[in-house]
Each structure stands twice: as C-alpha cells, then as structure tokens.
Nanobody, 121 residues
Framework: QVHIVESGGGLVQPGGSLRLSCVVS????????MGWYRQVPGNPRELVTT???????RYGDSVKGRFTISRDNANNTVFLQMNSLKPEDTALYYC???????????????WGQGTQVTVSS
C-alpha cells in the first residue's frame, strides 16, 4: 500500500512565498517521477511541475521562474518552493507520483488528497 501526505498549504498575500512538501511511503520498489498539479473548481487539473529520479524537471508555463521543485530521494519526499505568488495561483495542489510498488513490475500513478493554497490580500 502507498501513502501520500502533503503539507504546507495556506493563505498568503500576493508576492509572498510558500513551501509545499509531499512524503510518499509504503511498500515501494522505485519512485520514478514526483510532482505537483493544481486544480480550481470547474477547471481541469493542470501541471505545475515534475521531477524525475535523476533530477530532470518540467514546469508549467505559468509558474516558470517563480516555482522550484526539489526532491529528497532518500526520504521519498518532494518539495515545491513557490515565490512571487499571484492570486491566480490559488488552487488545490495535488502531489503526484509514478512508482513501482513492491511485488509488481508495473509503474502506477498515485495522487495525494491535496493541500489548499490561497493567495489573497
């Protein structure tokens, strides 16, 4: 079984910063990709950023230059540093991981429950 715990969301003023964390635990052979997506009610879930086990990153256009993803492979943790936050960054942020669970030979995607980020004055 795989468990995903996100933390770090909250209310912040425009121009401020937040740092999200996501810890993946359970019966895991390998974690290939970790990342963050976000969703506003009524809209589809969109890519924020991802990072592979070798450190290759990918960012959505709206967050390039403001958000930074990092990863602690030893502790199966991914971080999202969000700077220069804007009201349009307000969303529910979901941690996503693609991993191979123990006893399988298949890479499967898993989602966290989400953590709310609200940018407002």
């Amino acid at each position: 079984q795989v468990h995903i715990v996100e933390s770090g969301g909250g209310l912040v003023q425009p121009g401020g910063s937040l740092r999200l964390s996501c810890v993946v635990s359970g019966s895991i052979n390998s974690i290939y990709v970790m990342g963050w997506y976000r969703q506003v009610p009524g809209n589809p879930r969109e890519l924020v950023t991802t990072i592979t086990s070798s450190g290759v990153t990918r960012y959505g256009d709206s967050v390039k230059g403001r958000f930074t993803i990092s990863r602690d492979n030893a502790n199966n943790t991914v971080f999202l540093q969000m700077n220069s936050l804007k009201p349009e960054d307000t969303a529910l942020y979901y941690c996503n991981t693609i991993l191979e669970a123990t006893g399988t030979n298949v890479a499967v995607g898993y989602w966290g429950q989400g953590t709310q980020v609200t940018v407002s004055s």
